[in-house]
């Protein structure tokens, strides 16, 4: 199995520091180092870990997300659209961007600058981006919510579907508990680890008050990151509503139980005590087993097929579940109120591609999409996490998932506390009305699952091209990666651009979200022409050039999105009071170039953590690709989805094009 990991951008590592105040230098790659220092507790301690930091001790005192002057994001804007238009179309966009930069963007600019200075306790894309997600009616599965897969226990006999859910679930609760009780070491990059992540530091900085701890850690190069996405990590679902979803959370009273789902069935089990403490590894060993012996035959209906549906059609299913029944009702709660998912599989998946039609959709057959987030575990032990993306982008949910790997590996092999729990099934009375949303929704998502390509690709050993043979050149690993994107679709295409994706965090930043880095610019334009044409026209040398120059583009950008100088979030959330003001659309965003820009054929999202051994999410549109990708050291995968039926000729363009660049940062010509 090779080792994809996909999600948060890898390019975060290279700019946390930056990120945190415009005036700080780009810091390189090489002296970052995140730090959850901390060591682990003995696996019978109820923590994963005990700071001596509290988990929020940063909080309070975080730079705020700066909102970028509208003359930067309106020339950047152009320098983003540019190589998407034709040169008649540009002039256009060009006029449409200097009246809205002199007309409505001007007072739109100034009344988020002045919302801004009223809600400082946030930023200014926060409650825009939540309200974006909830509003969003598309099914969750392969569109909204992505997974990760993690790496097996080192310890094989451990990773029998009982061990590996029992483990994951209790070492999911030791976090809880480091959690809940602030415990858990602060998200924080080191620059110089060598001063910060230490006993030292960490037994200074405690004392440091919580309004100027963050200077604190600045004044040693630590970069202490926004932790408040972690507060619906457990015990929270998206609940539908037509129009526009909501979050609900519950307190631990409610909210003791993990559901274990088997054969579209849900079980209630109790993971932690009246005490808080979690239940002892071997008591969940024995209700995972109880599970797992259950012999009730599958759901004739499904349930959780209704997640997976349009959000107004399980709206209205659930409109129709809660009042045809009060049973309903509190099975429903029971669900919602949980701490998490998980959901324990049939199938063995054993492939890369197995492994992603399994954890981004299973064909919708037991799953509940609503849950912040679920764990999986197959029949062969292969396990995953996926989760829900309104409520955080992925922060939170890489810190839990590293730390539940590292600690499950860490736990022995479960063994029966000599009990015999009694697991029953929650209780349903579904109406007909409810079947036929189930069969509906089931048809539905049959279609979509079945209608999704998915393919893989990696490069190692002989054909390695992972960090180090980049860095030999002085090239940014996945500036060139992404360079590589565009020269496959310039030749998939037939020498067409097209809107490109790659997400930026901005964690640095108090309630930051993400920001988008647009990768096709003039230069990668000027790239991939270079590397269409002969010898003669361009030689070697020449071709190296321009991707030196195209990359450098795409790391500027990145520095600038995660330094809160981006483009998108801005413009996103001029649109958002000019909607919310009830005021014309501004021709900026009627125009074909904010359309081409937005329409993002190559969506692309990389991570890389000894955690994982891949992941992946679907397309963001009918004719895109959703392209999860790793560059690790001395290997390079990538997995794609795509409803495309040619999704077969992408990758081999793909494939021509890490070649292709490869020989030539080699000094070697292709041609």
Known sequence: MSALRHLRPTLLRQTAAAAVRSNVPAVPAALLHRGYATAATDPSDRYIMRSVVPSPHYQKSLPRLPVPKLEDTLKKYLENVQPLVSAAEFEETTRKVAAFGEGEGKALHEELVALDKKNKGTSYI?????????????????????????????????????????????????????????????????????????????????????????????????????????????????????????????????????????????????????????????????????????????????????????????????????????????????????????????????????????????????????????????????????????????????????????????????????????????????????????????????????????????????????????????????????????????????????????SCSQSAFKHGRTETVRPCSNESVAMCEAFESSKEAAPVAELAAKLKAAQAVHSSLVMAAAMGKGVDRHLFALKYYSDKAGLPVPALYTDKAYAKNHHNILSTSTLASPALIMGGFGPVVDDGFGIGYMVDDELCGFNITSYRKDLGKFMDCLQSSVEDIKCVLEGKDFR
Not at 127 to 149: D, G, H
Not at 437 to 465: P, T
Request: proline letters at 6%.
């Open 126 to 502: 926060s409650a825009p981006w939540f309200e974006m997600y909830l509003k969003n009616r598309t099914p969750l599965p392969i569109n909204v919510n992505p997974f990760m897969a993690f790496q097996p226990d080192p310890n094989d006999a451990k990773n029998t579907q009982l061990h590996r859910a029992s483990n994951l679930i209790y070492s999911a609760m030791r976090f809880y508990n480091s959690l809940r009780d602030q415990k858990l070491e602060p998200d924080i990059y080191h620059v110089k680890p060598e001063k910060s992540d230490t006993a030292w530091f960490r037994n200074l900085i405690r004392f440091v008050p919580r309004a100027i701890s963050w200077y604190g850690a600045y004044l040693v190069k630590a970069f202490p990151l926004d932790m408040s996405q972690y507060n619906r990590l457990f015990s929270s679902t998206r609940v539908p509503r037509e129009g526009m979803d909501e979050l609900a959370s519950y307190p631990e009273a409610e909210s003791r139980h993990v559901i274990v789902m088997k054969g579209g069935h849900f079980f209630p089990v109790t993971a932690l005590r009246d005490d808080g403490t979690p239940v002892p590894l071997n008591e969940i060993h024995d209700a995972v087993e109880a599970v797992l012996r259950d012999s009730t035959p599958p759901a004739a209906h499904d349930l959780g097929f209704l997640t997976s549906d349009d959000r107004d059609a399980w709206a209205r299913a659930r409109a129709e579940l809660v009042g045809s029944s009060e049973v309903n009702c509190e099975s429903l709660r029971m669900v919602d109120s949980a701490l998490f998912v998980v959901a324990l599989d049939e199938s063995a998946p054993d492939t890369e591609t197995g492994l992603t039609s399994c954890y981004l959709h299973n064909e919708g057959k037991n799953r509940w999409w609503d849950k912040s987030f679920s764990l999986y575990v197959s029949k062969n032990g292969r396990s995953a996490l996926n989760f829900e993306h309104a409520w955080g982008d992925g922060v939170a949910v890489l810190r839990f998932f590293n730390e539940v790997h590292k600690d499950a590996c860490q736990c022995p092999l479960p063994t029966s506390a000599g009990t015999t729990p009694l697991v029953t099934a929650l209780p349903w009375q579904l109406s007909a009305g409810t079947e036929a949303a189930v069969a509906a929704s089931r048809a539905r998502m049959d279609k979509a699952s079945s209608e999704l390509d998915i393919k893989f690709l990696l490069f190692q050993d002989q054909n390695a091209f992972g960090k180090n043979f980049v860095k030999k050149s002085k090239m940014s690993p996945d500036g060139v990666v992404q360079m590589a994107f565009q020269l496959a679709y310039y030749r998939f295409s037939g020498g067409q651009t097209c809107g490109s994706y790659e």
